[in-house]
């Protein structure tokens, strides 16, 4: 799980003018796009670049993305270090700087210092939920996936409306192949937003993966779901072409039912079409690409016979 840092603290006062708005998000921006040439300048001359909370703002901005660096030179983690000192002396005793030096030392793969780091955190304040979503990172770094599991349920037992929370643990039970949980969990978040048409997608793919005729009906009826919410979503529409065409085949439907599904189908597939047809408008490879899942399409075709 990836964790943006929040302000760091407000106890600071401005010395100068702030900056506006939208020249601390541009600053914040080159820093994220060129981070390693950029970063240095910020802290060095941060007296005359910023004042007050938008240097440290920027500075925690690029301690988060500078670990998305490659680290082969060494050259990001140096500056991360860096602005990870002059964040330590604006705000001695941070909980917030504790964590992204907790995070610092993830980045160096020191997974038990980083633990260490966060238990230190939770000591002092046992509801820090980053700090705690912090440590079961560690764990799916580590590759211990039925640990993060246990250690995300007894999260979810005290913070029960956390969706990224429930999220992360649908994506755990669906990489150990338990399709069921995962179900559940996605079936937490739909209760919780029922217009988010990634949930109702992402449901429908885990009930399409359990297969059976009685998951592959609700999965056709999720897939149409997330393209009533949303009907560029291509992934559901792909869904909704592959569990109908699956549910027309199948033996035990009677013929009113897998006509309803041929129609489903087809219609899919022309939406699919459409798609392909406008996205590569004006293009060479226009041709190719529609050709290519026309014949995709065709060799999956579902007839009444």
Not at 56 to 72: E, I, P
Request: charged share 25%; with cysteine; glycine share 4%.
């Amino acid at each position: 799980m990836s964790f943006s840092p929040s302000h760091l603290s407000d106890r600071y006062q401005v010395a100068r003018p702030a900056l506006s708005a939208g020249r601390t998000q541009r600053h914040s921006e080159n820093i994220r796009e060129r981070p390693i040439e950029r970063a240095m300048t910020w802290c060095t001359y941060s007296s005359t670049q910023f004042s007050g909370d938008h240097f440290w703002l920027v500075s925690a901005s690029f301690r988060t993305t500078g670990k998305k660096v490659d680290k082969s030179t060494g050259e990001s983690l140096s500056a991360v270090t860096t602005c990870l000192q002059e964040l330590k002396r604006q705000f001695p005793g941070s909980q917030r700087v504790k964590r992204l030096a907790g995070m610092r030392l993830e980045a160096l793969e020191k997974y038990e210092d980083a633990s260490k780091q966060y238990d230190s955190i939770l000591q002092d304040d046992p509801t820090n939920t980053a700090a705690r979503k912090r440590k079961i990172s560690i764990l799916k770094a580590q590759g211990k996936s039925a640990e993060a599991i246990r250690e995300l349920n007894e999260y979810l037992e005290q913070f029960v409306g956390d969706q990224e929370a429930w999220h992360e643990l649908s994506e755990l039970y669906i990489n150990e192949h338990d399709y069921g949980k995962a179900a559940f969990c996605l079936e937490e978040l739909m209760m919780t937003n029922p217009h988010n048409h990634l949930y109702c997608e992402q449901y429908a793919e885990v009930k399409y993966t359990q297969g059976g005729l009685e998951n592959l009906e609700l999965s056709r009826k999720y897939f149409a779901q997330a393209l009533k919410l949303n009907n560029r979503n291509m992934r559901a529409l792909f869904g909704l072409y592959m569990s109908a065409s699956h549910i027309a085949a199948c033996p035990k439907v009677n013929a009113t039912v897998k006509k309803a599904n041929v129609r489903y189908a087809a219609w899919a597939t022309n939406q699919i079409n459409r798609a392909y047809q406008l996205a590569g408008r004006g293009t060479k490879e226009n041709k190719c690409s529609v050709k290519a899942v026309e014949e995709m399409l065709e060799s999956m075709q579902i007839t009444m016979s």
